[in-house]
């Protein structure tokens, strides 16, 4: 069975790392992107993109012009995984077409639970 690809988008690499061995160890295939423009170039070049892990806070493009870009053309899931946790950015994420919404810091057995499910 082919392993589903997930694009881990956050500007910190020591948090994609993280993110990143957790879903190898769920047997996922992992891209990374270090900010927003980035992640929306791998994401055309890649059409087998299973699901998007995004944060918020990035350079360049931040995860709110991510959403509203990708959701032009594709209906991927995209789970918000940011540091943001006010309700009012949990909503505006959810309202823009991010399908969940994880607050930094997350419980990693969770994550791997929401990415499955």
């Known amino acids: ?17 993280l993110v ?29 993109i299973a699901l998007i892990l995004l944060d918020v806070m990035m350079p360049k493009m931040d995860g709110w012009e991510v959403v509203r870009e990708i959701r032009k053309y594709s209906q991927v899931p995209i789970i918000m995984l940011t540091a943001k946790g006010d309700t009012i950015d949990k ?16 419980e990693a057995k969770e994550m791997v639970a929401r990415v499955k499910a």
């Open 91 to 106: 909503v505006l994420g959810l309202e823009l077409g991010a399908d969940d919404y994880i607050v930094k810091p997350f």
């Open 20 to 48: 990143k061995d957790f879903l190898v160890k769920s047997n996922f295939d992992v891209l990374e992107a270090g900010d927003g423009e980035e992640a929306v170039d791998k994401f055309y070049e890649n059409k087998d």
């Open 1 to 17: 069975m082919e392993k589903l690809k997930i694009m881990v988008v956050d500007d910190e690499a020591r948090m994609r790392k």
